[in-house]
């Protein structure tokens, strides 16, 4: 088997005992990368000569007999919203073309100590607002599975390259699902891990209450050893959780729903969900049931309102964090004449540097935030963000783990919906009521819609802190699926 | 709840600091107006007696020892800017022409 379809668990393991250098592994991605990048564009930056200096770093450590992590020299690719002292960081926007950030990310950091090769930074929607990677300043990322159809967004870069096996491995954010939508419609796993869990120091804000960092992998033992690797407690963010990390990997490891209690949320179906969706999850529903699981149906009645609640939340919370590009101490400075004052050289740069949806969420946050405004739109927005918590807390102690399609449809086409925010804003139905409750998800894959032949993802969502759950119910699920289908479902994408 | 006009729009772009052009108004103006009339429904079930969260967990004050640790030099917070003087970032006019 060729180094780029191993699993990370392989490869660490392969460099660890010598059978493979760090150098052979970041060598295969970086030809992979040539290869289909022309055709993917999941990547904004590659730097082959770092790359292999990482990866010789890592030789070099088990030539002298250092012990390595389980996934020293593996290869990962990393989204362009975490900040990178050695590379560009743009995230996905114009204003921060070419700006080399002066630190790194705690993710970041934790990475490099974990002995990961970081192969580049990958593509997203301008500061992760977006469900398709086509509000990209940079161009859209193709969906491996149908070059023609978005692969997911925000974290789209971070999807394909998996996808495309450019990387057995991607770091993603998800603050109303951009990690596990872009993981549905590209058939791979994507995790939100509980919020505070990762941390959020070196992450350029979107939605500060929201945004998590998260794993990407092509199976869940993968994304549990990402996970474990890049979280808990940070000082410097004075969000993160001060507990130790749930034990994600061991519960991939164990694989069993045997005696536990699923609940279907009964709201997440019916219109707006194709059928080739919604014959996928009941199918997994099913298996669930087959493998001992107790399936039970749950109502979240308050989930309706997550959408609505969020597209206020979201774009309040980042009209006031984007207030930060202002032309002065970093990034793009346009009109600076000389007879301009800073405020105009300030309004000029920020119409020139920022992409539509970004302008839209930024004022569509500034009017819900205004006097007179405020307790109609914002207020009511977080009233119902404590319903969304109150229905999770009543669901949970009903049934441990909950389920549903992770997103209403298969990937689209690419410009379907570019031009119609509220269609876009429909991707991520299913994923937002877990962010404004703070509590983990994950996706995996459970087959292909009959209509278009295209993956659908299965959405677990575990309480705060339960995301060993997510863990073990996506690796049991995935078990069962793949003796089923002969293999991961990955194994159907068409060869790029 | 009110409609999004483009005198509305074009008063939220300077709020935003965007200056805006002309038919970047129109546009936002129809699309704000259809986005604002689809979230308003939050409004519907956000009863007198709920709380509102401004965010999922619990939140604490964290405090640590106050303590001079490493932090970035001039050279490395400066490194970015897009004008510099002195070790400063240079900024355009920030008063008037008179003061």
């Known amino acids: 088997m060729s180094l780029i379809h191993r699993t990370a668990a392989e490869l660490g393991r392969l460099i660890a005992t010598g059978e493979a250098s760090a150098v052979e592994v970041a060598q295969a991605h970086l030809d992979r990368i040539a290869e289909v990048e022309p055709k993917v564009h999941a990547f904004l930056h590659v730097d082959p000569d770092a790359v292999l200096a990482q990866a010789r770093a ?123 939508q872009p993981a549905a419609v590209t058939g791979i796993v994507g995790m939100k891990p509980t919020y505070g869990g990762s941390s959020r120091y070196g992450l350029i804000a979107f939605a500060s209450s929201l945004d998590t960092p998260g794993p990407f992998a092509r199976n869940v033992l993968d994304a549990a050893l990402l996970h474990e690797a890049f979280s808990g407690h940070d000082p410097m963010d004075s969000t993160s959780i001060a507990q130790p990390v749930p034990p994600v990997v061991e519960a991939a490891r164990q694989a069993s729903v045997e005696g536990l209690r699923v609940g279907v949320v009964k709201e997440f179906g019916g219109d707006g969900y194709q059928p080739g969706v919604l014959a996928r999850f009941q199918e997994a529903v099913d298996l669930l049931e087959s493998l001992g699981a107790k399936v039970v149906e749950v109502s979240c009645p308050s989930f309706a309102y997550a959408l609505p609640a969020y597209y206020l939340i979201a774009p309040s919370e980042c009209s006031s964090n984007l207030a930060r590009f202002d032309a002065m101490r970093y990034g793009l400075r346009v009109g600076d004449d000389g007879t301009r004052s800073a405020e105009e050289v300030m309004a000029l740069t920020r119409a020139a540097g920022f992409g539509p949806e970004v302008k839209r969420r930024i004022m569509l ?36 783990v909950l389920v549903s399609p992770t997103t209403p449809t298969t990937a689209f086409p690419i410009g379907e919906r570019a031009d119609d925010p509220m269609a876009m804003y429909l991707a991520d139905l299913c994923t937002i009521p877990s962010n404004l409750a703070g509590n983990a998800a994950i996706s995996v894959p459970c087959g292909l819609a009959d ?37 991961p479902l990955l194994k159907e994408a068409p060869a790029l | ?86 070790d400063r970032f240079r900024v355009p006019r920030i008063l008037g022409e008179e003061a």
């Open chain 1, 58 to 180: 890592v030789d070099g450590r088990r030539a002298a007999g250092e012990p390595l992590g389980p996934l020293a020299g593996v290869p990962i690719a990393h989204k362009d919203v975490f900040t990178t002292a050695d590379m560009p960081t743009t995230a996905g926007s114009k204003i921060l073309e070419g700006w080399r950030p002066p630190y790194d990310a705690t993710v970041t950091r934790r990475l490099r100590e974990a002995g990961l090769v970081i192969l580049g930074k990958t593509n997203l929607d301008e500061f992760a607002m977006g469900s398709s990677t086509e509000n990209s300043a940079y161009g859209p990322t193709h969906n491996p599975w149908d070059l023609t159809r978005i692969p997911g967004g925000s974290s789209g870069g971070a999807s394909a390259s998996v996808a495309a096996y450019e990387a057995p491995l991607s770091t993603g954010t998800d603050t109303g699902g951009s990690i596990r």
């Open chain 1, 365 to 400: 946050g500034t009017y819900a935030l205004s006097s007179g405004y405020y307790d109609a739109y914002y207020g009511s927005a977080q009233k119902v963000r404590t319903l969304i918590s109150r229905d999770f807390d009543a669901a949970f102690h009903q049934v441990d």
């Open chain 1, 451 to 487: 209509e278009d032949g295209l993956p659908v993802g299965l959405q677990i969502m575990a309480p705060v802190l339960g995301d060993d759950r997510c863990y073990r119910v996506g690796a049991a699920v995935e078990k069962a699926f793949e003796d089923r289908w002969g293999g």
């Open chain 2, 1 to 86: 709840m009110s409609a999004i006009t483009r005198d509305e729009v074009a008063h939220l772009a300077r709020l935003s600091r965007l200056a805006l052009a002309d038919e970047e108004l129109d546009h936002f103006a129809a699309q704000l107006d259809q986005i604002v009339g689809a979230v308003a429904r939050v409004a519907e079930v956000a009863a007198d007696d709920i709380p509102p969260s401004s965010h999922a967990l619990p939140l604490t004050n964290v405090f640590r020892p106050d303590e001079v640790r490493p932090s970035l030099t001039p050279q490395q917070a400066l490194s970015g800017a897009p004008a510099v003087e002195d």
